[in-house]
């Protein structure tokens, strides 16, 4: 079987990494693809948001099974064209990637199949929501409707900042289209979680759950970044929270799909929070999370291609989903300034070396410069590793970590504390 994975980061790359694993799989390209991939996939200078030439590509090569990586070729229907086409593609259409694609028509999915979440009102005009924050109290959170590249929430501690935050979006247009129509949301507080579901239009099936770290520098502090960090599974979810959520939002949500007729297999990424007054929605995504796939594919012990392929035929159930119990860690290094300004082209070391320590690197900024390895983006390089407890995950993680060296790279100290327990 030959298989075409979209996209270039390291979830990009833990997905070729699984993938490959299959038996059943001869073949992999990646549309771009990055430095790491290159042992086991062909990349080819695709661009990942040009839905009609990677169409053709797959047509072309024969493609047996297209995975989508990011959000954007998913929102802007390449799977509704890959569908056109006969072309075999995991992922949700165009109306199921609204799910990620649109802020205010998830809150109101939600709140159609009276799934859990924080409360909300949407604004299309700038006069309005502006009206909303004289009247209201700090904290508010502010989120653009479309996507934003994971920069389109906003959480601010007073009135001033949240009318600055909504004149960006909504006047300055700092974030174009995504952010002419804004949410303002109830601010909840609690510990979050991602749980990540294979839906085929009949059955779903979880990966572990896991957390991630979404702030540049430790105790959570800094700047939001796509990610600095995650471990897996969450110890703090009990038997009795999983079935809560599984009851009131996992199993609403899949009900949902089929009611407002959403067709196809895809995968969905609950972004949960933890508050007093039990779990809620924080969030969807209409794709895998990035850096969470770094950590639930090496504890998925089946085999993802057939997963994903059976999963497009509606034939989950035919096909064993079976999660290791044991923990993984994964600590990003990125480049010194992300996940503002940074340069790139520096020469990465230590690479063998953290593998020899039992580390698996997933590649994300990497690129090859005469025969070197060096940096190309604000994220660089997931370093992984897998252990009977989450301790030990961290401990080997860490020891990869401390060998891999580049100019200005850092990385958090303090992935996994959380689950420490
Ligand atoms: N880790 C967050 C995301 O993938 O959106």
């Given at each position: 079987?030959?298989?075409?994975?979209?996209?270039?980061?390291g979830r990009e790359h833990t997905i070729?990494w699984k993938i490959?694993q299959?038996?059943?799989?001869?073949?992999?390209?990646?549309?771009?693809?990055?430095?790491?991939?290159?042992?086991?996939?062909?990349?080819?200078?695709?661009?990942?948001?040009?839905?009609?030439?990677?169409?053709?590509?797959?047509?072309?090569?024969?493609?047996?099974?297209?995975v989508?990586g990011?959000?954007?070729?998913?929102?802007?229907?390449?799977?509704?064209?890959?569908?056109?086409?006969?072309?075999?593609?995991?992922?949700?259409?165009?109306?199921?990637?609204?799910?990620?694609?649109?802020?205010?028509?998830?809150?109101?999915?939600?709140?159609?199949?009276?799934?859990?979440?924080?409360?909300?009102?949407?604004?299309?005009?700038?006069?309005?929501?502006?009206?909303?924050?004289?009247?209201?109290?700090?904290?508010?959170?502010?989120?653009?409707?479309?996507?934003?590249?994971?920069?389109?929430?906003?959480?601010?501690?007073?009135?001033?900042?949240?009318?600055?935050?909504?004149?960006?979006?909504?006047?300055?247009?700092?974030?174009?289209?995504?952010?002419?129509?804004?949410?303002?949301?109830?601010?909840?507080?609690?510990?979050?979680i991602s749980i990540l579901a294979v839906?085929?239009?009949?059955?779903y099936r979880l990966f572990v759950p896991s957390q991630d770290?979404?702030?540049?520098?430790?105790?959570?502090?800094?700047?939001?970044?796509?990610g600095?960090g995650a471990y897996a599974p969450v110890?703090?979810l009990?038997?009795?929270?999983?079935?809560?959520?599984?009851?009131?939002?996992?199993?609403?949500?899949?009900?949902?799909?089929?009611?407002?007729?959403?067709?196809?297999?895809?995968l969905v990424y609950f972004g949960i929070?933890?508050?007093?007054?039990?779990?809620?929605?924080?969030?969807?995504n209409?794709r895998f999370g990035d850096p969470e796939t770094q950590v639930i594919l090496p504890l998925f012990n089946g085999?993802l291609?057939?997963v994903l392929?059976?999963?497009?035929?509606?034939?989950?159930?035919?096909?064993?989903f079976e999660n290791s119990t044991d923990s993984c860690a994964c600590?990003?290094?990125?480049?010194?300034?992300?996940?503002?300004?940074?340069?790139?082209?520096?020469?990465?070391?230590?690479?063998?070396?953290?593998?020899?320590?039992?580390?698996i690197?997933f590649?994300?900024?990497?690129?090859?410069?005469?025969?070197?390895?060096?940096?190309?983006?604000?994220?660089?390089?997931g370093?992984t590793a897998v252990?009977?407890?989450l301790?030990?995950a961290?401990?080997?993680?860490?020891?990869?970590?401390?060998?891999?060296?580049?100019?200005?790279?850092?990385?958090?100290?303090?992935?996994g504390?959380?689950g420490?327990?």
């Amino acid at each position: 079987m030959k298989v075409l994975v979209i996209g270039s980061g390291g979830r990009e790359h833990t997905i070729a990494w699984k993938i490959d694993q299959s038996e059943k799989v001869d073949k992999i390209y990646a549309a771009p693809g990055n430095a790491g991939m290159k042992d086991i996939a062909e990349c080819v200078p695709v661009d990942a948001e040009d839905k009609h030439a990677l169409a053709r590509f797959a047509l072309e090569k024969e493609i047996d099974l297209t995975v989508v990586g990011p959000e954007g070729p998913l929102v802007s229907g390449i799977v509704d064209l890959f569908n056109e086409k006969g072309l075999r593609i995991f992922g949700f259409g165009s109306k199921g990637a609204l799910l990620e694609g649109s802020k205010v028509w998830a809150k109101q999915f939600m709140g159609r199949y009276r799934i859990p979440t924080g409360g909300f009102t949407a604004f299309d005009e700038h006069c309005f929501a502006q009206e909303a924050i004289d009247d209201g109290s700090p904290p508010f959170v502010i989120k653009a409707d479309g996507l934003a590249a994971g920069k389109g929430v906003i959480i601010c501690n007073s009135h001033a900042e949240a009318r600055d935050a909504v004149d960006r979006m909504m006047k300055r247009s700092d974030f174009g289209k995504a952010g002419q129509r804004i949410i303002i949301e109830e601010y909840l507080e609690g510990p979050e979680i991602s749980i990540l579901a294979v839906f085929d239009g009949k059955d779903y099936r979880l990966f572990v759950p896991s957390q991630d770290h979404k702030r540049a520098f430790d105790n959570d502090e800094g700047p939001n970044t796509g990610g600095m960090g995650a471990y897996a599974p969450v110890p703090f979810l009990d038997h009795e929270l999983s079935e809560k959520i599984r009851i009131e939002i996992i199993e609403r949500t899949f009900n949902g799909i089929q009611q407002e007729k959403i067709k196809g297999a895809g995968l969905v990424y609950f972004g949960i929070i933890l508050t007093e007054a039990g779990p809620k929605v924080l969030e969807y995504n209409c794709r895998f999370g990035d850096p969470e796939t770094q950590v639930i594919l090496p504890l998925f012990n089946g085999d993802l291609f057939e997963v994903l392929y059976e999963a497009v035929m509606q034939n989950l159930d035919t096909v064993d989903f079976e999660n290791s119990t044991d923990s993984c860690a994964c600590v990003v290094i990125a480049s010194g300034g992300y996940p503002g300004e940074y340069k790139k082209g520096y020469e990465i070391s230590g690479l063998k070396e953290a593998d020899d320590r039992g580390c698996i690197i997933f590649h994300a900024g990497t690129a090859i410069d005469k025969g070197r390895t060096v940096t190309a983006g604000g994220r660089v390089l997931g370093v992984t590793a897998v252990a009977r407890t989450l301790e030990d995950a961290l401990n080997k993680t860490y020891n990869g970590v401390e060998i891999i060296k580049f100019k200005d790279c850092f990385s958090r100290t303090d992935i996994g504390k959380k689950g420490l327990i």
